[in-house]
C-alpha cells in the first residue's frame, strides 16, 4: 500500500475505534483494533471471541512459490482480469541448497524454469508484483518492504505473522483462501480469541528474541495457540528490535496461533526508517495511540484477554527446543543432561543458521560477533556451518560489512537468499539415510524428515548465536552460557554474551534485488503453462456433493500421534509437483504413522486384502473402483503448514471425511474449502473405535446444519455397529462449499 492508502487507513482509526469502544462498552486491544478497523461492516458483524465469523477486508496478498502456484490456479479458475488487493509472489522455496549460493541458483533457475515463468507470467497478466528466485524468504521480504503497523495481511504461508513484528496482523492460509481475497471476496476468518503476553524486565546477554517464543512453545505447546491472536505487551516490548518482534510473531505458527503481534513503537518506526519507509514511520508516529492497546488495557488486562501469560525477560535463560517438536523445551543449561537422557546423538552434524525466523541484520551481527570470538580464541567450527540469509538486502549488507567474511573464515558456507534446508532442500551426503544425527538450526520447524528428508535427523531449533556456538564445539554437551571449550593453547575458553547493533550503521546495501512490476496492460500477456508440463497441470473444479450421505467407507489410515502436514503431504523434492494436483498427490500420507500397522505411509488395501501398500496407491486403487474413504487421526491434526496440497490430494483421491480428535486451524479450513468433512469426535476416546477393517457411514448429511452434530456409524467385520456423535465447526456458508463440492465452485 502507498503512504496514501496507508494514511486513509490510519484517519479512518479515531471514529471506527470511538464507535468500537461505545458499542463494546470498554476499551480496545491492539488486534481488535486491526479487526474493527478491517471488518467489511462493523455493524452488520458480530463480535464474539471464539465463535464469530469474521468479515475482513484485507490489504494485502503474499503468495510464495510452493503454495502461490495452487493459488493462482484458482484464481485463475475465478475469470477475474486483475487482483483486486496489492498481491505479490516470492520466489524462496524451490531453490534447493547443494555447493553454495552461486551454483544452487543457477541450478534452481535451470530446474525451475517452468514454475518460475508460470507465476512469473500469471503475476504479469493479473497484476502482482513478482520477487524473482533469490531475492529472499518471503517474510523477509515483506517486512522489508510492505508490512507497516496497524496493516491487515494474509500470506499463502503458515510464518506469515512474521509481519506482526511491525504491529499488522499478518495471517496464514491456503492458496483458496488467498485466489478468492485477490478475486474481490472479503476474506473470513472465525473470530480469534485473545492471549495477552505482558513482557517485563530487559533482553540482555544471550536471551535473545527467539527465546521468548521457544519458552513460550514449551509452555503453550503446539496447539495452545489455535485460534487465538497473541497479543504482546507490557515494558519488555521495547527492548526487542522489530526484526526480533519478527521472529517471535513468525515462529508463533508453531502454537498454532492465528496470528501474533506487537505494539508499534519506536523500534518499528527506526526499521520503518531504515527500510526506506520513513513517511509510514512518520504516520504511525502520528497516530500511534491507535497502534496500541488502549491504556486500560495495557494497565488491566486480566479483565480484557480470555488469558495472559507473563515473562520476565530479565529472567528468561536461553532455550532450545526438540527434536522432532519445537514445543519440547528447556534451558540451555538442561539440554546435555536430556540429551544424555534420552539417549540423543551428543555429536552435532550441522550447524544452520538464518531462515524466514532468524536471519535479520541483528540476528546475523550476534551470530558473527561469536564467530570473531571463536577465531580469536582460534577456534574453527568443528561441523559444516550453513548460513541463509533472508534477503538480498541482507546478503549484500552483510557482506559490506565484513560479517559474511566472519562466517567464511570460521568454516562456514553461505547459501542463497531462500528457505533451502529448512523445507526439505538439502541435498545431504555426510550421513546414512538412516542414520540417528543431531543437527542445530535457528529455524522454527523440526518435524522428522523435515530438513533431509530423514525421520532419524533429530533437529534442534535455538537462536543463531547458540547455534553459532555450537558450531566451534560440535556437541550438544556444551553450554556456550555457562561453560567453556578447549582453545588450542588448551587453556580453557569462555565466549562472552553476543552484542550487536540492530540496524546498520551505513543503512542497508542495496543490490539486485528482483523485483518484476507486472503488465501496464495484463490482457497482452498469456500465462504459460507448457501443454504436456510435469509441473503444472490446470485444475478441474471437484464433483459437487450427490446428495447422499457417505455409507460403508473403508478407512484409508488411521493416524496415531502427530500427524503435520509435512506426515500428510511432506515437502523436499515433492515441491517439485507443487502446481500438479495429479503427481503431488502420490506423496500423499507418506509421512503419516499408520495406526493398525505401526507402517510409516503405508497400510492395507481393504478390497483385496494386500498389506504394505503406500497409501496413495491405495486411495488411487479404491478412486479406480469408486469407492470413497475417509481419515481418523489423533490431535491437532494439520498442524504446521498451510499448504493446501494437504487437503486437495486426499480430496482429489476420494476422501469424504477427516474424523479427529482435534484440528489445527489452517488446514481444517483449508479441507471445507476443498469440499472435504472435517470432523471432530463428540467423545475424543472414540478414536479408539475406529479398527482396520471397519466401515464407517456418515449420515443426516442432507440436514447439516452450523452446531449440529452428524451421526457416524462404526460397522465392524463381524456386523455389529457403533454408533457415535462427531461435531463439526460449518457455518452456513461453509456448508455450502461442502455441497458445491469446494469453496471455489461456490463462488463461481
Ligand atoms: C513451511 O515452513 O512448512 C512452509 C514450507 O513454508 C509451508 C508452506 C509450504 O508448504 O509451501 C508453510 O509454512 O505454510
Ligand atoms: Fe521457508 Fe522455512 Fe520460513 Fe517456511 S519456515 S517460509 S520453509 S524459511
Known sequence: MSVEQIETLYAAMPDRLARARRTFGRPLTLAEKILVVHAIDFDAQAWDRGRAQLRLRVDRVAMQDATGQMALLQFMQSGKKQVAV?????????????????????????????????????????????????????????????????????????????????????????????????????????????????????????????????????????????????????????????????????????????????????????????????????????????????????????RFYDEIVEIDLDQLEPHVVGPHSPDRARPISKLAVDARANGWPATIKNALIGSCTNSSYEDMRRAAHIATQGMKAGLRAKIPFLITPGSERIYQTIKRDGILDAFEKMGGTVLANACGPCIGQWK?????????????SSFNRNFPGRNDGSAATLSFLTSPEIVTALAFAGTLEFDPVHGTLGGPDGRPFRFTPPEAEELPRAGFARGEEGYEAPAEDGDRVTVEI?????????????????????????????????????????????????????????????????????????????????????????????????????????????EGSSREHAAMSPRYLGCKAVIVRSFARIHETNLKKQGVLPLTFGDPRDYE??????????????????????????????????????????????????RAGSALNAAT
Open 86 to 302: 496489492p498481491s505479490t509472489v516470492h520466489c524462496d522455496h524451490l531453490i534447493r541448497a547443494e555447493s553454495g549460493a552461486s551454483d544452487d541458483m543457477k541450478r534452481a533457475v535451470t530446474e525451475n524454469n517452468e514454475v518460475y515463468n508460470f507465476l512469473r507470467s500469471a503475476s504479469r497478466k493479473y497484476g502482482i508484483g513478482f520477487w524473482r528466485p533469490g531475492s529472499g524468504i518471503i517474510h523477509q521480504v515483506v517486512l522489508e518492504n510492505y508490512a507497516f503497523p496497524g496493516g491487515l495481511m494474509i500470506g499463502t504461508d503458515s510464518h506469515t505473522p512474521n509481519g506482526g513484528g511491525l504491529g499488522m496482523l499478518a495471517i496464514g492460509v491456503g492458496g483458496a483462501d488467498a485466489g478468492e481475497v485477490m478475486a474481490g471476496l472479503p476474506w473470513e476468518v472465525l473470530h480469534p480469541k485473545l492471549v495477552g503476553v505482558r513482557l517485563t524486565g530487559k533482553l540482555h546477554g544471550w536471551t535473545s528474541p527467539k527465546d521468548v517464543i521457544t519458552y513460550l512453545c514449551g509452555l503453550l505447546t503446539v496447539k495452545g495457540g489455535t485460534n487465538k491472536i497473541i497479543e504482546y505487551f507490557g515494558p519488555g516490548a521495547e527492548s526487542i528490535s522489530a526484526t526480533g518482534k519478527g521472529t517471535i510473531c513468525n515462529m508463533g505458527a508453531e502454537l498454532g496461533a492465528t496470528t501474533s503481534v506487537f505494539p508499534f513503537d519506536s523500534r518499528m518506526a527506526a526499521y520503518l526508517r531504515a527500510t526506506e519507509r520513513a513517511g509510514v514511520a512518520t504516520l504511525a508516529e502520528q497516530y500511534a495511540e491507535h497502534l496500541v492497546a488502549d491504556a486500560e488495557v495495557r494497565e488491566t488486562p486480566g
Open 428 to 440: 545431504r551426503s555426510d550421513v546414512g539415510r538412516d542414520e540417528p544425527n543431531t543437527i542445530v
Open 530 to 638: 507448457p501443454a504436456h508440463s510435469e509441473r503444472l497441470q490446470l485444475l478441474r473444479p471437484f464433483p459437487a456433493w450427490d446428495g447422499a450421505d457417505f455409507i460403508d467407507l473403508p478407512i484409508l489410515v488411521k493416524t496415531t500421534g502427530k500427524t503435520t502436514t509435512d506426515h500428510i503431504s511432506p515437502a523436499g523434492r515433492w515441491l517439485l509437483y507443487r502446481g500438479h494436483l495429479d503427481r503431488i498427490s502420490d506423496n500423499m500420507f507418506l509421512g503419516a504413522v499408520n495406526a493398525f500397522t505401526g507402517e510409516t505411509g503405508q497400510g492395507l488395501n481393504v478390497l483385496t486384502g494386500e498389506r504394505g501398500i503406500p497409501l496413495a496407491q491405495i486411495a488411487r486403487a479404491y478412486k479406480a473402483k469408486g469407492v470413497s474413504w475417509v481419515v481418523v487421526g489423533d490431535e491437532n491434526y494439520g
Open 689 to 738: 473405535r475406529f479398527g482396520e477393517n471397519d466401515r464407517v457411514s456418515i449420515t443426516g448429511l442432507g440436514g447439516l446444519a452450523p452446531g449440529k452434530p452428524v451421526t457416524v456409524v462404526i460397522r465392524k467385520p463381524d456386523g455389529a455397529t457403533q454408533t457415535i456423535r462427531a461435531n463439526h465447526s460449518m457455518t452456513d456458508e461453509q456448508i455450502t462449499w461442502f
